[in-house]
């Protein structure tokens, strides 16, 4: 158990529809991180929050976007779903905002777009 | 840009030795490696800094050529918990901004 929590763990939905992924980072973690994993796509980076503040943008479509909340949990929300949206989303943190340190990973939301 | 792993899938008998390898084409700052199981969360193996630094667990062994860009990570004397998909992620600068992995080696450790 890494200490990042995740809900819900699974999520069914249908083409066109919104909906919101949360993550609490380990206590006293400010940093977050969003991963995508699809099938065809690999584990991708989607986006960084540092303390409330976005830190860095990776491949995340214009249809989603995320928050950082004062109490340091973060949503990740994806609208107009579609069906490659599919895909494993994991919610990672990290103690420092510097590199070299290791990323906690949480057990991840499990998105089906039908 | 993407990392690249090789080989893209590995099968052992327990006890017997594997060796895997993550290129860039960039310099990088750090590589980690993480090790996942199906259907659940990556965890994390060990950090490989630019100049030699290393974080991670003792039974881990693995390194680091800056002059290539190469990591390579030594399963050693495999068990059946070894068995599961090793991403190799590479950071290119200090800013703790994001990893970028690579696509995966496969590892089944049969008995």
């Known amino acids: 158990d890494s200490g990042v929590t995740q809900t819900p763990k699974h999520l069914i939905t249908a083409t066109g529809q919104r909906v919101t992924l949360r993550c609490s980072p380990r206590?006293?973690?400010?940093?977050v991180y969003w991963y995508q994993q699809s099938l065809d796509q690999g584990l991708q980076f989607l986006i960084q929050?540092?303390?409330?503040?976005?830190?860095a943008k990776g491949n995340i479509l214009e249809r989603f976007s995320a928050q950082q909340f004062p109490d340091l949990h973060s949503e990740l929300n994806l609208s107009s779903l579609e069906l490659g949206d599919s895909a494993l989303y994991f919610c990672?943190?990290?103690?420092?905002?510097?590199?070299?340190?290791?990323?906690?990973f949480g057990p991840g939301t499990r998105l089906t777009v039908l | 840009q993407q990392p690249v792993q090789s080989p893209q899938a590995v099968i052992l008998r327990e006890g017997e030795d594997a060796v895997i390898n993550c290129s860039s084409s960039k310099a990088l700052y750090s590589v980690h490696w993480y090790r996942q199981k199906h259907g659940e969360a990556p965890v994390f193996l060990m950090i490989l800094l630019k100049g030699g630094e290393q974080k991670g667990h003792d039974k881990i062994s693995a390194s680091f050529n800056e002059k290539k860009q190469q990591s390579s990570l030594y399963l050693t004397a495999s068990q059946l918990s070894y068995s599961g998909t090793y991403f190799c992620?590479?950071?290119?600068?200090?800013?703790?901004?994001?990893?970028?992995f690579g696509g995966g080696t496969r590892v089944l450790v049969k008995p």
């Open positions: 992620g590479t950071e290119r600068t200090a800013a703790g901004n994001k990893l970028t």
């Open positions: 990672a943190s990290s103690p420092l905002i510097s590199g070299g340190n290791e990323q906690f």
């Open positions: 206590s006293g973690d400010l940093s």
């Open positions: 929050y540092y303390n409330g503040e976005e830190r």
